[in-house]
């Protein structure tokens, strides 16, 4: 039987929002990043003129604002909308202050509550690919299949480095790399649900392997 609970997790650029999305259209699943909560919860708090550091009121600000994620609107590249207070920030979640800030507000736990009390709602609702950090071992641990999606720094940074060429930005390799080997710390090494493997996760090295491949291995372990 097709899973129903799809759980994809693994560090920054490893792929994991690209095979999602691809999976999800594939089995005519929902697909949702939850990454772009943290993002947006992120965004709001520079937004505001917070300071990131204020663990309260940034966690304050994620239990009071609602945040909607939904299904793509536009065909720009996103991989779906992202509303705060009527507003579609969808590509400010993607701003390089927002990455560079996002791990700080993620690693607070009453941050990680308030998120990941409403990704757990979404999930159980079935026939959904969830992406993220902690999908397998805290959000859903109950997922029917679980992919840890992985790949060296180097290569993570490389594909990332072509994501933002391709989007018409500007972007310098070592200092991607630098980004994505400090986020890849604070999330691997946060007191709440750091990100891991979960026991019973597929792990796949995507490291000489294409994005073709990997859908096709990870569709194959759903037939
Ligand atoms: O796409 P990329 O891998 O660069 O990042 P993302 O999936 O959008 O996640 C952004 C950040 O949110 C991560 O670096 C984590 O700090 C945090 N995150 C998390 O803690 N738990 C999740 N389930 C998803 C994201």
New binding site residues.
Partial sequence: MTPSIIAIDG????G??TLGLRLAHALGYLFF????M??AVTWLALNRGMNVNEEHAVATLAETTPIDVAPASASDGRACDVIVEGKDITWETRAREV?AH??IV??YPGV?RALSAQ?RRIGLRGKIVM?????GTV?LPEADLKIYLDATAQQRATR?YHEILLRGGAAEYEEILAKVIE?DR??STRDV?P?RAADDAVTIDSDSMDADEVFEKVLALCK
């Fill in positions: 560090p920054a650029a490893s994991k929002s990043d939850t990454g772009v943290y993002r990455e996002v791990s993620a690693a990680r990704q992406v993220g950090r902690d999908i959000v990332r986020r604070i999330d649900a990100l």
